[in-house]
């Protein structure tokens, strides 16, 4: 078990209430990890539709083609970065919003 004496912000003498296993320590680092990835691909995919990104979720209709283009890209980007496997892949490919 990792203890609470780890972490730089407990400075007194009392013991953090909580304690993490190896397994649950392994788990926050993924989703931390995985939480930091998706938010430099979502800052990556606003660079590359620079003004198509949609602000307020809308698109112009006389952009609509552009945008569907642009979009094409990025699903091509997300799945090069984050689909490791075929099923994977598959799955994101199922669940893309823009068709």
Known sequence: MSRSDDLSAVTN?????????ETDLERIKLDSDG???????VAEVKEILDDLWPDKGFIANE???????????VK???LDQLAGTDEERA??????PFE
Request: charged letters at 30%; aromatic letters at 20%; hydrophobic letters at 40%.
């Open 35 to 41: 939480a930091v990835a998706g938010t430099e691909l």
């Open 13 to 21: 003498d009392r013991s953090f209430p909580f304690t993490f296993s």
């Open 63 to 73: 952009r609509y083609d552009d945008c569907k283009a642009a979009l094409h890209e």
């Open 76 to 78: 091509a980007l997300i």
């Open 91 to 96: 799955e994101y490919e199922r669940y893309w």
